[in-house]
Every structure is written in structure tokens, then in C-alpha cells.
């Protein structure tokens, strides 16, 4: 059975930054591509950010572009989303998904 566990969110300030991860088991990480989607409140789940397999691909959506990074270690069977100059609009439940598995979701709330 395929588990997605994300971590990492909380409250930050306007300007500040998170990591978010998300960890795998169940499934053999290194074949597939892995992206961050997150639902900011009243909106529909959107496409943060895609890493191919062998992670020296990434695409990101143009709102995040330049502030988002995503990585991810096949060892660990982890993604990670690097997030920085986070803004109030950032405020979302965020979820990594593989293939067609989502993770539960991790809240991330930017607030002064």
C-alpha cells in the first residue's frame, strides 16, 4: 500500500520561509515524477511544482517561480518543497502527489 506522509508546514511570517516534505513508502520513488499541489482557501487544488525522476527536471508554476524550489532524494524517498519569500497568498494545504497517491496534506498558514 502506497503511503505519502507530508511534514513540515506551520505559521510563518509575510517574507519568511519552510521546507515542506514528504515522504514515500510502498512504492519504488526513483521511476516516477513527484509534485506539490496545494488548495488555497475557497480554490481549487492547483500545481505548485514537478520534479522528473531523475530530479534534473523541475517546473513550476508562475506564481511561485524564483521562490519555490523542489528537490527530492530517491535514498530517503522524499520530495521536499524549499519555500521563501512566502506571502499571504501562499496560505494553502499542501500535498505531494505520485502517480495518482496524495499525501493528506500539510497546512501552511503566512501571517503577521
Known amino acids: 500500500q502506497v503511503q505519502l506522509v507530508e511534514s513540515g508546514g506551520g505559521l510563518v511570517q509575510p517574507g519568511g520561509s519552510l521546507r515542506l516534505s514528504c515522504v514515500a513508502s510502498?512504492?519504488?520513488?526513483?521511476?516516477?515524477?513527484w509534485s506539490w499541489y496545494r488548495q488555497r482557501p475557497g480554490k481549487q487544488r492547483e500545481l505548485v511544482a514537478t520534479i522528473l525522476n531523475a530530479g534534473r527536471t523541475t517546473e513550476y508554476a508562475d506564481s511561485v517561480k524564483g521562490r519555490f524550489t523542489i528537490s527530492r532524494d530517491n535514498t530517503q524517498s522524499a520530495v521536499y518543497l524549499q519555500m521563501s519569500s512566502l506571502q499571504p497568498d501562499d496560505t494553502a494545504v499542501y500535498y505531494c502527489?505520485?502517480?495518482?497517491?496524495w499525501g493528506r496534506g500539510t497546512q501552511v498558514t503566512v501571517s503577521s
Open positions: 502527489k505520485i502517480l495518482h497517491h
Open positions: 510502498g512504492i519504488t520513488v526513483s521511476l516516477y515524477a
